[in-house]
């Protein structure tokens, strides 16, 4: 069986400092930013006219994400005049905000991550809430992805490990997608599964450059990102990359009602959902540490009851969730309190 997109289009970085200031001046003419505080106040002067750019009162609409409610989202990216560009300056959130702004009004894309948590700049889906469940509307590619180490560098160091975890997770999807293809026939790509396991032994082995945030740490999580995408668009699915660590991270989500760091929540997760898999999680726990980035429950935010709960209610919770693909929960007919807290065990 032949891959379903051997070639697939990437959002392709620019690596370096003040990459703003190098960008053409028309896209400066009536910019609408997405954006938060603190990346903010590092740019606006870009965005001013002592920035040689445009009077940033007049002609730049700044709003600053505080959600991503669909009914909110699709609000206020219909209530800007004509514009020459969107810019989404800042976390996940102003990312994925101006990727639907300029996904709805076909609008030029600047994206310039302040934080390397989450993968929304690497990935064309368009994400939104609704309620405490994420959906993805629609799809669009950055004209500019501009990964800029002064910005990043100055977010806490916590939330550039975390970026760590959307590639950690490749150790349990490519369990669960295995598992998958012998259990039900569902097709699986050998050449995709090593390279993705290439891409984890990679960070695994590096993982002080990104736990002191130096620009070769920042780079490889970056490109590690670019071709995990790539490889998830190779075979028109997540299994590279995301599988049962991921569902159990949604599930934790859905019933706390709580907001998470969600590199973090992931991590927990991989070794919780790594346990329930059989599998060897030591190496990821070790990695961890190394890293700095601490993943045990308290830490995170999550109690061990709000856990235990949650991995109980997972094998109903993807059976529901009907677009999740096969993984070691829905294997199981049912997880009882005590098998639950058995895997527990193992890992904390």
């Not at 293809?181 to 993705?196: I, M, N, Q, T």
């Amino acid at each position: 069986m032949g891959l379903p997109n051997p070639n697939p289009r990437v959002a392709e970085p620019t690596f370096g400092s003040n990459l703003l200031s190098a960008l053409p001046a028309e896209l400066f003419e009536r910019p609408i930013v997405h954006t938060q505080p603190e990346p903010w106040v590092l740019v606006r002067k870009l965005f001013e006219g002592d920035g040689g750019r445009t009077g940033m009162s007049e002609q730049a609409r700044v709003h600053m994400v505080t959600t991503m409610e669909h009914g909110r989202v699709r609000e206020v990216s219909s209530s800007f005049g004509p514009a020459s560009a969107v810019f989404g300056i800042g976390g996940g959130s102003a990312l994925d905000h101006a990727k639907y702004t300029a996904w709805t009004r076909g609008l030029p894309l600047v994206l310039v991550p302040s934080l390397l948590s989450v993968d929304a700049a690497f990935t064309k889906a368009v994400g939104v809430r609704e309620g405490s469940r994420v959906r993805y509307v629609g799809e669009v590619y950055p004209d500019h992805l501009l990964i800029d180490y002064p910005l990043i560098q100055a977010a806490p160091e916590l939330l550039n490990r975390a970026g760590a975890g959307d590639i950690l997770s490749i150790f349990t999807a490519l369990w669960d997608w295995k598992e998958a293809g012998a259990r039900l026939g569902e097709a699986y790509f050998p050449d995709v599964a090593a390279k993705s396991a290439r891409l984890l032994d990679r960070l695994l082995g590096n993982g002080r450059a990104l736990g002191d945030v130096t620009p070769e740490g920042l780079r490889l999580l970056a490109e590690q990102n670019v071709e995990e995408v790539r490889l998830c668009e190779m075979v028109g699915t997540s299994r590279p990359e995301e599988g049962s660590e991921h569902y159990l991270a949604y599930c934790i989500e859905a019933r706390t009602g709580g907001h998470y760091l969600h590199g973090q929540l992931v991590a927990l997760c991989i070794v919780v959902a790594g346990a329930a898999q059989g599998q060897d999680v030591e190496p990821i726990r070790t990695y961890l540490d190394r890293l700095g980035l601490d993943w045990r429950p308290e830490a995170v935010g999550v109690t061990r009851e709000q856990l235990a709960d949650a991995l109980c209610a997972m094998p109903a919770y993807v059976r529901e969730e009907k677009q999740l693909l096969p993984g070691v929960f829905h294997f199981m007919e049912s997880l009882s309190p005590e098998e639950a807290e058995a895997i527990l065990r193992r890992v904390l």
